[in-house]
Each structure stands twice: as structure tokens, then as C-alpha cells.
């Protein structure tokens, strides 16, 4: 089948709001990766901390 068999079709109706629902959706995604980096943060200070913490005992 070409492209020239392929029928048309008439394209779906957007929105008016279409763009504030896409900036919704950037700013849910923006919250999430914050909200992600946060954790991931959290992880390596606690292990920062325990690395110390073995030190120490190494050392007395």
C-alpha cells in the first residue's frame, strides 16, 4: 500500500486548553523529578554517613 492508496482522514479536534494541560503535565513531571532527585540525595548522604561512620571505628 502507498501513500497515495491511504485515504485521508480529518484529524482529531484539540482542545483550546490543550496548552495548559500540557503545562500541567510539564510541571507534574518537573515536581517528580525534584521529588526523585530529593530521594536519591537522601540515599547517598545516609550512605556518606555510614561510610564515616566506619572510618571512625577503623580508626580507633
Do not use: C, N
Not at 21 to 42: H, V
Amino acid at each position: 500500500m502507498t501513500s497515495s492508496d491511504r485515504k485521508k482522514v480529518d484529524g482529531k479536534l484539540v482542545p483550546d486548553d490543550a496548552d495548559e494541560l500540557l503545562d500541567k503535565l510539564a510541571e507534574a513531571q518537573l515536581r517528580a523529578d525534584y521529588r526523585r532527585s530529593l530521594g536519591r540525595e537522601y540515599a547517598r548522604r545516609s550512605w556518606d554517613i555510614e561510610i564515616k561512620k566506619i572510618f571512625r571505628k577503623k580508626e580507633d
